[in-house]
């Protein structure tokens, strides 16, 4: 299979993402303990090996992350992004060119780079293999991440839900109409917020999905009730904190799984809160479309 680019965005600048992380680590000096202790023309072969059990994310960005320093570096891989790997196996290697007789400089771009290359990939790594498993888990429902993501790596995060084999939410506040219970109670109700939502849409000319969070199975028939009898740009719906928490430290889908029956197929559907990697096989025999999740975090993999 084919590893997932990285998801599309209007104003996200991956390269200036990773010229950040550079700049973070060396400032305006370089590496200057590689630099006094490194000869110039020191031949260097790096080797990428896993550190666990898990799903491999971040080989592409890392060889972005390389090329970024110095375009003459090589970089092979064994492994592609999207791999279950074990612990130890050698994922790639990477190495400078010999331009007359010697490898001037590489030998400094490489150990300069590979701090950074390394905390993006085990990142990654460890976002796809906790997504990997609860997707597996949550199957035959789907795995969406949130906007709970680190500041400045929304699209690195994102792209490792991908490549664990979840799917992105909206990308951020721009490109999906997520009416949450603040909007409800701002806009006055469930049937206020979407008939704003929908003239809104229709008065800019935009075509984009509309989704809409609902709390009670109350709120759940006020809302097919107005798409019932309006013409709706209404795609999914919300069914926030419907898995109940037992002291037992099972879960009560029970009201999940009758919001889902009474959405009927109409629109989709996703649960969202008490998601864990030990309820969320749960929720996924539901018959919920989606199942939201902000715990992005796994064990570091590279």
Known sequence: MVPPPPPSHPTYDLKGVIKLALAEDSA?????????TIPSN??????FLAKEDGIVAGISLAEMIFHEVDPSLKVEWFQKDGDRVNKGLRLGKVYGNLIHGFDAGRAHSIVLVERVA??????MSGIATLTKAMADAAYPAVILETRKTAPGLRLVDKWAVLIGGGRNHRMGLFDMVLIKDNHISI??????????????LQQKGLQMEVEIETRTLEEIKEVLEYASQNKSFLTRIMLDNMVVPLPNGDVDVSMLKEAVNMVDGRFETEASGNVTLDTVHQIGQTGVTYISSYRSRGASVV
Not at 118 to 123: A, G, I, P, S
Not at 187 to 200: F, I, P, R
């Open 187 to 200: 806009a006055g109700g469930v049937t206020k917020a979407l008939k704003s939502a929908d003239q809104y």
């Open 42 to 47: 020191m031949e260097v072969e790096a080797q």
């Open 28 to 36: 305006d000096r370089g590496d200057v303990t590689s630099l006094a």
């Open 118 to 123: 390394l905390n993006f990939m085990q990142r």
